[in-house]
Every structure is written in C-alpha cells, then in structure tokens.
C-alpha cells in the first residue's frame, strides 16, 4: 500500500515538473517573438478616403414654344375662299369728252376692273373652255356724280365676264351744277373674295 502511494505521488510529481517544462519552454519561445513585435515600428496611419465629387447636375432643357393649332381645311371650296386675303385690284375710269356743249347733256363713262396677273384672261380661258365663271371682276360697282361739293346721282354698275362696266348721266339744268360747272364722277369696286376694293374719278367740264 505504501508503494503504491509511494509510486502515484511520484507520478504525479512527474507530470507536474513535466508541465511546468513545457510552460518554460513555450515562454521561452514566446518572449524573443515577443519582443520582436515590440520593437517592429508602429504601422503606418491609413491614407484618408478622398471625397467623391459631386455629379454635376443636369440643365434643365429651355421649354418649347406651343405649337399652334393647324385649321381645319374646309370642305367648301368657297369657304376656303372667304379665308384667303384678296388681291389688289385697280380701277380705271374714262370718257370719250372731257367737255360737254350745252344743256341738257348726256356724259357717258366706262371703266375696267383690273386683277393682277391677268387673272381676268384667266377667267375667260376657264369660261370659253370649260364653262366655269370663276367670277374674278364679280362684284359690285358705285358710281357717284359730284358738283360743287354736293352728290348729284348715285348709280350702281354691272361688271361683265371682261371685267368692264358702263354708266352715264343726264345733266339737264344748270343748277344741277356748281358755279365751277365741274361734274366729277368716282367709281369705286367693293371687291370680292379674290380682289380688294378699288376707285377711280375723273372730271368734266360742262357748258
């Protein structure tokens, strides 16, 4: 029995002594590892994120104008014609005497419509060939007869397919006229859908 206890405290004390030489021997390892880690320098600092810079923003695109409303073409060929803008026309006015004899008097006068670009040859082409009237010269004509400031008569004119008119007044007293004895007769074309308004005058001496 006493070997025994003799023999586990030996045994014991074997492992023991045995631990505390692994423990030595491990230290003894460790501390020149150690040191070596004291004495490596400090790690150098991290170099700092740099910033990200800002997306530049997109410009804005400038506003379109508004696109106007396209108008409705018309089916009527004569409503398309009330929205065009007429043409400039000219009048002429004319008479074979620029004086007159004695009381009573009978002044003739005749005038033409004048359309631009010979659209009334036009016209009479479209008649003669096709029987179309496209009423160039349609529209009507007033011709006033003045005296001394004051509108003696007032007649209106029919204009023909060639564009010329006729008119003529009666002058059968004296007091019908001015102390000048003048007679002025204006004609004026109100125009149409295809030509603008138009006048002309002309005097006579009468007496």
């Given at each position: ?74 089916k009527d060929p004569g409503e398309l014609a009330d929205r ?124």
């Amino acid at each position: 029995m006493r070997g025994m206890l003799h023999s586990r405290r030996t045994d014991t004390h074997f492992h023991f002594s045995l631990a505390a030489a692994f423990v030595l021997a491990a230290l003894a390892l460790l501390a020149p590892a150690a040191a070596d880690v004291a004495a490596q320098p400090p790690p150098p600092p991290k170099p700092p994120v740099p910033e990200v810079p800002e997306v530049p923003t997109v410009p804005l695109l400038p506003s379109l104008p508004p696109v106007p409303e396209v108008p409705e073409v018309p089916k009527d060929p004569g409503e398309l014609a009330d929205r065009v803008t007429p043409l400039a026309s000219r009048l002429m006015l004319s008479t074979p005497k620029r004086r007159a004899g004695g009381l009573p008097a009978t002044l003739k006068f005749s005038g033409w419509v004048m359309p631009p670009m010979r659209l009334n040859r036009v016209d009479g082409f479209f008649e003669r060939t096709f029987g179309i009237d496209l009423g160039v010269c349609r529209g009507p004509v007033t011709v006033a007869y003045k005296s001394g400031g004051r509108v003696i008569e007032r007649q209106h004119a029919r204009v023909n397919r060639m564009c010329a008119f006729d008119s003529s007044i009666t002058i059968r007293s004296p007091q019908a006229l001015g102390p000048r004895r003048r007679l002025r007769a204006t004609a004026r074309f109100e125009g149409n859908s295809m030509l603008g308004p138009a006048q002309h005058s002309i005097a006579v001496r009468v007496g």
